[in-house]
């Protein structure tokens, strides 16, 4: 079966989530990054950075048609210093993580 995703570039805007983190991966990236102190480590341990220090490639954000619990935002990102591209996907707004939440705004405003 072909996924739909796997010939949209990342500048194309997905329906959801999971479309928008498979279109990721299938353009190089492939790590997943999660928030650790004040560092972006990718689970697989190939990768961390400052937060700060993230380069933000691409940004995609879901909001729910009734629900606030529904908005979602996911990040295509790129270690500067290993090169490793990865995506970091989460909550925002209320049900925002409040430890990541502070670091959101900073990355959504990076974004090119």
């Known amino acids: 079966m072909d996924d739909p995703t796997s010939d949209r570039a990342p500048h194309e805007a997905p329906n959801t989530v999971t479309d928008a983190v498979e279109m990721l991966r299938a353009h190089g990236y492939v790590a997943e990054f999660e928030l650790v102190g004040e560092r972006l480590t990718s689970t697989s341990g190939d990768a961390s950075c400052h937060v700060a220090e993230a380069v933000v490639e691409h940004l995609y954000r879901f909001e729910g048609p009734s629900d606030p619990g529904d908005e979602m935002i996911v990040?295509?990102?790129?270690?500067?210093?290993?090169?490793?591209?990865?995506?970091?996907?989460?909550?925002?707004?209320?049900?925002?993580?409040?430890?990541?939440?502070?670091?959101?705004?900073d990355l959504s405003r990076r974004f090119d």
């Open 75 to 105: 990040f295509g990102l790129r270690d500067p210093v290993t090169d490793v591209r990865g995506t970091l996907a989460t909550a925002f707004g209320p049900a925002a993580d409040p430890e990541l939440a502070a670091h959101l705004s």
